[in-house]
């Protein structure tokens, strides 16, 4: 499985929340709306999610080997910080 694509959307204005991306495997399946986070310690993401009837959020979708999320969090990280870099020459 290889990550093909990552698009990043930067969000302004919505306090932690810094911006959301796609990511495409295989160029073949696509997961949208992994939010890039800045937390306290850095950036870090989070998998898409829905709002359970008791208040709770939980993963729609989610890796569920650590090194395929460690891969996922690596290349959007990258790519939000290539797409700032971008951004600020621009």
């Known amino acids: 499985m290889e990550i093909t694509d990552v698009r990043i959307r930067k969000i302004d204005g919505k306090n932690r929340l810094v911006a959301v991306a796609s990511?495409?495997?295989d160029a073949c399946f696509v997961?949208?709306?992994i939010?890039?986070?800045?937390?306290?310690n850095g950036l870090f993401i989070t998998m898409?999610?829905?709002?359970c009837a008791n208040g709770e959020?939980?993963?729609?979708?989610h890796p569920i080997?650590?090194?395929?999320r460690d891969l996922i969090t690596e290349k959007v990280l990258n790519a939000?910080?290539?797409?700032?870099s971008e951004e600020n020459n621009a």
């Open 23 to 25: 990511i495409t495997f």
């Open 31 to 33: 997961v949208h709306e």
């Open 35 to 40: 939010k890039i986070i800045q937390g306290d």
């Open 48 to 51: 898409p999610s829905h709002k």
């Open 57 to 61: 959020y939980k993963d729609i979708a």
């Open 65 to 68: 080997e650590q090194s395929v």
């Open 80 to 84: 939000y910080e290539v797409a700032m």
